[in-house]
């Protein structure tokens, strides 16, 4: 069975917290059944979560560089320069990252109001790119836009690999069976 999960912000990737904050549980009710990789709390869309531990390694495993695209609104109007730099990989504390695939995009049309909302600046706009990478370093996309001076502001994993969150509101999901 794969679940495709489209992940709201403020939701945790897991099923239990001592802290009684938002998990998996509040949404998903199927049992045994894991995340095949992981969404940071303050990130949104797909999670796609398996009970094949063989699917998930595949998904999960770098070596299979299955790609993971996202839609980023960044801080400030990105320029054609920014979007060659992520094109060609980025120097982070890490090492430089493997070149992505980027293009600056118009803001998304099938996306949804985020709660809560962005911080928004009466004098600083906002740009969206598509940015598709094959690693899965933690924060990644957001150390990869604040090191060529665009901070993320939001971020919404629309696709892993064929994948993607087409018709799935925020909070819902789809199951598949194979």
């Given amino acids: 069975m794969i679940i495709l999960f489209n992940k709201p912000f403020d939701v945790l990737c897991q099923f239990t917290d001592e802290q009684g904050r938002k998990t998996l549980a509040d949404f998903i009710k199927q049992r045994d059944v894991y995340a095949a990789g992981r969404l940071d709390r303050d990130s949104e869309g797909l999670l796609i979560l398996t009970d094949d531990g063989k699917l998930q390694h595949i998904i999960t495993d770098p070596k299979n560089k299955m790609p993971k695209t996202y839609w980023v609104q960044v801080e ?28 600056i995009i118009p803001q998304p ?29 933690n924060r990644q996309v957001r150390r990869m836009t604040a090191a060529i001076g665009f901070p993320t502001l939001r971020l919404i994993r629309y696709a892993i690999g064929e994948w993607t969150i087409d018709n799935i509101a925020n909070g819902d999901y789809a199951v598949i069976t194979k």
């Fill in 109 to 137: 049309e099938k996306i949804w109001p985020r709660e809560p909302p962005i911080r928004k600046r009466k004098n600083i706009p906002t740009s969206w790119i598509e940015l598709s990478i094959t690693e899965g370093r």
């Fill in 76 to 103: 400030g109007e990105i320029t054609n320069q920014a979007i060659s730099h992520l094109k060609n990989g980025i120097e982070l504390k890490d090492g430089i990252t493997k070149p992505a695939k980027a293009k």
